[in-house]
T-cell receptor, first 114, second 110 residues
């Protein structure tokens, strides 16, 4: 079974631009979560989707948004990019509720904002 | 608020020896814990999990121990191999998300 796939692997953007990252979960997984990983803050929760509904959101500004499609694929969008948004963005999926099963992560999208 | 932390940021281990990675958590209500391994350029990879109704769980070459009294979690890796070199994270399930510790970088010496 294929793992979580994230595209693109690398992105370089300029301050003020916006970016869309894509995630395809493991087949059959309905829950998709997004995390931001930086050297200073570690892994921080962004949001979680289940059956196309955002159920939970982390402590990030409204510039960070996402959505989930009927096939469970998910996208996240960051608008008006800031230098501090440079990070590894990780998508993770699970077959059931987050509290019932481990998250399986993709290899991430490395975003660099210049 | 809740936090999950690891006692040591780095650990150097001789190949063939056993490794022990420690983690402390603060939320006594947490009931599900997971260990992840992250290699350079990759996302976190699931290693093993444990629920609060257990105090020990074993996998292939790995054992997780949970001490709820002192809110402590540990990962033991038997016969450490060069491929075990990575950053190890413990994660605490807080209902709808995972709260990760800062990670321990394990380096295996030949």
């Amino acid at each position: 079974k294929a793992g979580v796939t994230q595209t693109p692997r690398y992105l370089i953007k300029t301050r003020g631009q916006q970016v869309t990252l894509s995630c395809s979960p493991i087949s059959g997984h309905r829950s998709v979560s997004w995390y931001q990983q930086t050297p200073g803050q570690g892994l921080q929760f962004l949001f979680e989707y289940f059956s196309e509904t955002q159920r939970n959101k982390g402590n990030f500004p409204g510039r960070f948004s996402g959505r989930q499609f009927s096939n469970s694929r998910s996208e996240m969008n960051v608008s008006t990019l800031e230098l501090g948004d440079s990070a590894l963005y990780l998508c993770a999926s699970s077959p059931r509720e987050v509290q019932d099963s481990p998250l399986h992560f993709g290899n991430g999208t490395r975003l660099t904002v210049t | 608020g809740e936090s999950v932390g690891l006692h040591l940021p780095t650990l150097s281990v001789q190949e063939g020896d056993n490794s022990i990675i420690n983690c402390a958590y603060s939320n006594s209500a947490s009931d599900y814990f997971i260990w992840y391994k992250q290699e350079s350029g990759k996302g976190p990879q699931f290693i093993i999990d444990i629920r609060s109704n257990m105090d020990k769980r074993q996998g292939q070459r790995v054992t997780v121990l949970l001490n709820k009294t002192v809110k402590h979690l540990s990962l033991q890796i038997a016969a450490t191999q060069p491929g075990d070199s990575a950053v190890y994270f413990c994660a605490e399930n807080t209902g709808y998300k995972l709260s990760f510790g800062a990670g321990t970088t394990v380096t295996v010496r030949a």
